[in-house]
């Protein structure tokens, strides 16, 4: 069983472990998104984001162990997310998931939510295998990482400020859009016309692989301002800004895959939903003679499933927690301890 | 029967098991190590008791009021050991725990003609105090007198008592205050106090007894506090 309560959804999933083809053991996930209670406050509010996951998570339980026709006693191993998140939020997955393995008697592990982004793709029919490099595109990170097998991260570019969901909502909410804008201002760039503005690729006039995405948004206030503002300028200017982002995020996969001479791309992440975002980096993978990974949309945002399978793969490599409830609202993906061999066929 | 009982709604981290008429019970004063001391007290005490985590009938839990971290973490643990073993859960009050660690004299019984109340008082901080209070009815039973609140102790209300007892966090706080409230004369007042998962035990055994359960999913926290952020409405108007 794979918990998520990290943040904003509650999301809770069932995998039989096939190391060869995971995603054929995925049985059963129960996702809900805690969006409109938010929606009210313009953002989350860590403590009411608790109190909704105490209130969801059980029900989301047994809504997944009946979709798979399973009892809690099936249950051979518990994984949950223990970081990085909202400390109040991560406790409650933490505390049932490591409470419900103690009860049963079997292994639990605390997983490292972006490790569950960066392994979510492996879900889906034909999946990558290390060496890769990964795009983490999400509301809290946009990360560039090397991977050489499970566990073994090496971050090649951070964020300088925004993180690139983020920057969607962001910019989303300067133009009026309600919380969490990022998604609906993709939806309106799919109505804006091509050359109307045109906005900056930030950082990558010069050499490196780090992000800033900060400065894009004052860029879109100031055209925004100056503007008729019409719903045709303000879908103009959604579209303006998400080439901007996506154009800035392929130049950037472009260098890391050069740097590393790695031939795969896995994407993930909430932006890594991002329709043009998927079709131009598959785009340049075809030019360049590189292959890219994405998770199916619903395992872009969070979900229980990344978490089982991440979960999943550290309890099959032998790792597991004690019984201390511990969560880490800061953690370092690139600190984790590798899980070598953990998927057959691993190169 | 046996319950396990668990606390975690203050400055203090225990669990109780009732097995037979025996109560067993682990505690430490030990602030935010919680998360990481109640699963080890659980099986120290199973061992102790000779039984194994299958042979429990029920989870009790002190369902708050209390810091809230500490509440949702023994409500998310109840819930899970709850859920996985199939057992039904009793949620009581952190407040009436509470209430059982003042002392108590015999007169203090309804019934003796000079009957003593206990205040049971949580320092709940930014100014304020949850607060109940309680007549004892018989051993272990207790009357609620007024309904649990989040209050400042300025404003207090209590009902009238021939004599109190006060016990919690809040009075190591507002000493001052709470006793300038108080309806009668103070009889003995402990701030060092904090609720006890021997007592949760105690007060669910006899709502077990009582058919008074809950499916795991529905023990909930109770924080009394449910303001927490402003609208984007009440944000306007601020
Ligand atoms: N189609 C889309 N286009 C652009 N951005 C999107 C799209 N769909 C979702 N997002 C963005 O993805 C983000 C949510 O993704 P996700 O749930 O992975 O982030 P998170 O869990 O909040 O952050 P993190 O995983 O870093 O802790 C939001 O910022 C949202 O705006
Ligand atoms: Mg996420």
Redesign the pocket.
Known sequence: MGIET??DETGVALLRWEPAQPGRGLLAHALYSQIRLHAEYGGVVPELASRDHVRKLLPLVRQALAEAGLTPQDLGGVAYTAGP?LVGALLVGAAAGRAMAWALGVPAIGVH??EG?LLAPLLEEDPPRPPFVALLV????SLLVEVKGIGEYRILGDTLDD?A??A??KTAKLMGLPY?G??EL?RLAGQGRPGMFRFPRPMTDRPGLDFSFSGLKTQVLLAWQKSDRSEQTRADIARAFEEAIVDTLLIKCRRALQATGAKRLVIA???G??RRLRAELAAAGEQDGFRTYFPRPAF???NGAMIALAGAIRLAAGQQQGESVDVHPRWDLSGLPPAPQALAGQE | MNLLAIETATEACSVALVHGDDVIARSELAPRRHAELVLPMADALLAEAGISRHALDAIAVGRGPGAFTGVRLGISLAQGMALALDLPVITVSSLAALALEAPWTESDELGQGDEAAVLAVIDARMGEIYAASYRRSGAGELLALDAERVTAAETLQLSAASGWHVVGSGWATYAEPIQARLTGPLRSADGARYPQARHVAVLAAAEFRAGHVLAPELALPVYLRDKVALTLVEQGRA
């Not at chain 1, 999400?138 to 990170?141: D, E, I, T």
């Open positions: 990290s943040c998140g939510h972006m982004h999400s509301g809290g990170h993180a969901g983020e969607f909502d969490p990022g998604p993709a992440g909430g932006v939903a991002n872009c945002t969070d």
